[in-house]
């Protein structure tokens, strides 16, 4: 499912993101109140996943020792990645060249028959993100075959797939969607035998796929039978706010921001010439390199902040240049395969989330609504907006870490209370961080083939 990406300043992030398993945020390690249990959530305890710290579990993921039995993904053995023609009428950009090829996608597969597993990846991911190779692995240990779909907030979605290049409204996202699935479907089932159709999400793809399943309830167009959300924000601005503030807190400012990357790129050089050779960025030596330089939490929530900030610059230049909104780019400016983006990365770093949302998300759908303001949007992308359908639909469970850092006090709780027994809640995992760890692959597995979530 590997897929090179053109050369760009965005190479730095992708660098950074090997480091952040995802965007995430800080909250203080919440302890697990014993009224929460009340729900019917189940709680898996005791849980030996030695990191404490949320942060250190976002950053570093499962320590080596821990990792469950997968499978590698091997291309042209039990893995292929393919494109699908571009899904919408507008033209791509000189800029963005390199998608004129299609929307990206991958499949990791069993050698015979098994239910199929479309996987939206979270905010900024592609289908061959880190964090959607790991839950792919998991997942083909679990008997399943995988469809990887890259999130809306991709810059190959955005140009491809998206109907107006201006992802986050949670219920336009499904739609796109669910074109984009129904496109590649016809593909892949020629290819693999497929007995049952099932969908999962991550991060912001788990709220993807809350509101896809939704739709899929109204139209019946894929008939998913079950429908996982893994680590889900509630409140989308809410998580923003909170991944946005680590940035503010630790980068904002003339040069700091600036001045952390290099200092990040100075130690990966350091680390390599200690390696002997080229930085190897697997599980095994970040971990090792986590035990060895134990990074405080300031340059802990530094990074996130960074990788974060880094995302939302790629998201909003996109939707710039396609709908020539004027946020960080001139309208007319001459975008080609040749020019230099170094001015936007740094402009970028100076707008936060919520001026993102005032200056060009707002304005861009209020010219297509009067009444779409500011409150209309925080509203729409909770998902407290379709509780009542994630009460009532026994195909969703729910799969979290009591200690993820993207969701505010009281959030976990929700959750707990609207999916009772459908919900399981891991002590301690930070944000999508202990997915290659044994018990949560035994978890991912049971979903798909028992059916633990209140079937």
């Not at 959607?132 to 469809?147: E, P, S």
């Not at 402009?347 to 060009?360: H, I, K, T, V």
Request: charged fraction near 20%.
């Amino acid at each position: 499912m590997h897929e090179r990406e053109p050369a760009s300043f965005y190479a730095r992030r992708r660098v950074l993101a090997g480091l952040a398993s995802s965007t995430a945020g800080a909250l203080a390690p919440r302890p697990l109140a014993a009224a929460a249990r009340r729900s019917g959530a189940r709680w898996i305890e005791p849980y030996d996943f030695p990191l404490e710290d949320p942060f250190a579990a976002t950053v570093v993921g499962t320590p080596p020792a821990l990792e469950a039995e997968r499978p590698e993904l091997r291309l042209g053995v039990n893995a292929w990645r393919e494109r699908v023609g571009v899904l919408v009428e507008r033209p791509i950009p000189d800029v963005f060249w390199y998608d004129r090829r299609g929307l990206g996608y991958g499949v990791a597969h069993q050698p015979g028959a098994a239910p199929l597993v479309v996987l939206i990846a979270g905010t900024g991911g592609a289908f061959n993100s880190r964090t959607t190779q790991i839950l792919a692995r998991g997942l083909l240990a679990g008997g399943c075959h995988v469809l990887g779909i890259s999130s809306p907030t991709f810059g190959n979605f955005q140009t491809t797939a998206s109907s107006t290049g201006v992802p986050g409204r949670l219920a336009e996202d499904a739609r796109d969607l669910e074109r984009a699935i129904a496109a590649i479907l016809p593909a892949v089932e020629r290819r693999i035998r497929v007995t049952g159709l099932h969908l999962a999400g991550y991060s912001l793809g788990a709220a993807h796929a809350a509101h896809l399943a939704r739709r899929d309830a109204a139209h019946r167009r894929f008939g998913f039978e079950r429908v996982l959300l893994l680590n889900p924000p509630k409140s989308l601005f809410s998580s923003l706010r909170i991944v946005d503030g680590l940035f503010e807190k630790h980068l904002a400012g003339p040069g700091r921001g600036r001045a952390f990357v290099d200092r990040a790129f100075d130690a990966f050089a350091e680390l390599q010439r200690q390696a002997g050779g080229a930085l190897d960025t697997s599980r095994e030596f970040l971990y090792a390199a986590y035990r060895a330089l134990q990074p405080g939490r300031d340059t802990l929530e530094a990074l996130v902040g960074l990788v974060f900030r880094l995302m939302a610059t790629n998201l909003a230049f996109v939707a710039d240049v396609l709908t020539g909104s004027g946020y960080l780019v001139a309208p007319d400016a001459p975008l080609g395969p040749t020019s230099s983006l170094t001015n936007v990365f740094v402009a970028g770093n100076r707008l936060s989330f919520e001026q993102f949302l005032d200056d060009l998300f707002v304005p861009y759908f209020r010219a297509r609504e009067p009444d779409f303001g500011r409150e209309k949007a925080i509203a729409e992308q909770d998902l407290a907006a379709i509780e009542p359908f994630l009460r009532e639909d026994r195909r969703l469970g729910l799969v979290t870490s009591a200690d993820d850092i993207i969701l505010a006090p009281g959030e976990l709780a929700w959750f707990e209370a609207v999916f009772g027994r459908r919900a399981v809640i891991f002590p301690r995992g930070g944000h999508c961080g202990n997915y290659a760890e044994r018990r949560f692959v035994e978890e991912l597995g049971a979903f798909f083939h028992s059916g633990w979530a209140g079937r």
